[in-house]
């Protein structure tokens, strides 16, 4: 029974680490900032550790030669050497700085570099909230103005019999006359006798 449970259990981590191995091979920045890609890079990486630890001896009298040391460097720079190959074009210059380097610096290092470099190139500069604020309101409130107008259905009406806006030839004082107690402006008074005339006519 517990060969049983040990075979199943065995099937299930190989095929998992064969899906990690997978997604880290393919795993690219694409639409990711830094800090998301080297999360997502960085939580696989420690799945894949839990289950297929690094080596470590385990010899009473530690050998000295630093084979394991070696192969532990090895994995390291696996690492790195995928998190530089999956980001962006836009790094290339930045990717290839640190690959010359010898030794390469630790993953969280080269981390750090990029991530300043984004900081600085990529990603925009912090600007006032207030104004921005103040820029939304206003722009706001001018669609708002707008939408208003274009809602009115005579608004956009133009009579050919006086050339006026906003009303249409029934409600036209020009073509129905003038109540009693219309008040007149100077330039309305001015027209008053066309305005006449056009009535009779």
Request: aromatic share 8%.
């Amino acid at each position: 029974m517990w060969k049983d449970l040990q075979g199943r259990f065995s099937k299930t981590v190989f095929s998992r680490i064969s899906d990690i191995q997978e997604e880290i091979c393919t795993l690219k920045q694409g639409d990711l900032n830094v800090s998301d890609y080297y999360t997502k890079i960085r939580t696989l990486r420690d799945e894949f550790n839990y289950l297929r630890p690094i080596l470590e001896c385990e010899c009473v009298i530690k050998c000295e030669c630093k084979t394991l040391k070696i192969i532990a460097d090895y994995y390291e720079n696996d690492k790195i050497i995928k998190f530089l190959k999956g980001l962006n074009p836009i790094y290339a210059q930045t990717r290839s700085t640190i690959m010359i380097l010898d030794p390469l610096p630790p993953l969280e290092k080269v981390y750090a570099i990029v991530s300043q470099y984004e900081r600085q190139n990529i990603l925009p500069q912090d600007v006032d909230e207030s104004s921005i604020a103040a820029f939304s309101s206003a722009k706001g409130t001018k669609q708002h103005q707008i939408n208003k107008k274009n809602q009115n259905p005579k608004a956009k009406l133009i009579r050919n019999h006086c050339g006026k806006k906003g009303h249409i030839e029934a409600e036209c004082y020009r073509i129905i006359g003038f109540s009693p107690d219309f008040k007149f402006t100077k330039h309305a008074s001015a027209n008053l006798s066309s305005a006449t005339k056009l009535k009779v006519t």
